[in-house]
């Protein structure tokens, strides 16, 4: 089974003071990656980020108004950067069935990279999605770069135990 994880796509970071790198046209990728996803018989789970900026709950923590949701996707909330951590993740993805991860949302150094990096650990085979990930710029990086950055890493790490870890775009990996 595949599933796709949905990070902190959360009004607090994405309608905050920090303008995000292609905010509308992340989501629209996003939202076709969940269609798709969804379609194919997989499983889509929007993981939450709970801290004093998005307390559980409250209107920042809510996933922006833009994504699409539906009956049977699931939740997870998380208060650190690893999706995984004390959290039902797991617990979820095994009971599911899940082989594959295709991980994409919000911020790309952040949570996306932690969680990414953190999922072949965990005996997942992962697709990194290029282009539906989001960052804003900070002091000494532009978030163009960070993306950048970060996608060929992602393009050109190793993993544990005969997983994989692959670099696709939404269209790669959800065609028409």
Do not use: Y
């Amino acid at each position: 089974m595949n599933t796709l994880l949905v990070i902190d796509m959360q009004n607090a970071w994405l309608n905050g003071n920090t303008p995000r790198l292609n905010k509308d046209g992340v989501i629209a990728r996003i939202n076709h990656a969940a269609h798709r996803m969804r379609q194919q018989g997989g499983k889509v789970i929007f993981v939450q980020h709970c801290d004093a900026d998005a307390l559980d709950n409250s209107e920042a923590w809510q996933i922006d108004k833009d994504l699409i949701i539906v009956e049977g996707d699931g939740r997870v909330n998380k208060t650190a950067c690893d999706s995984f951590t004390d959290t039902s993740l797991l617990e979820q993805l095994k009971a599911s069935g899940t082989t594959t991860l295709f991980i994409c949302g919000m911020a790309t150094e952040f949570c996306v990279n932690t969680t990414l990096r953190a999922a072949p650990s965990h005996g997942f085979n992962v697709v990194a999605l290029s282009d539906a990930h989001t960052t804003g710029n900070r002091q000494h990086l532009k978030a163009s770069d960070i993306i950048e950055h970060h996608n060929w890493i992602w393009a050109n790490m190793s993993v544990p135990g005969g997983r994989t870890l692959k670099l696709q775009t939404v269209a790669q990996a959800f065609p028409e």
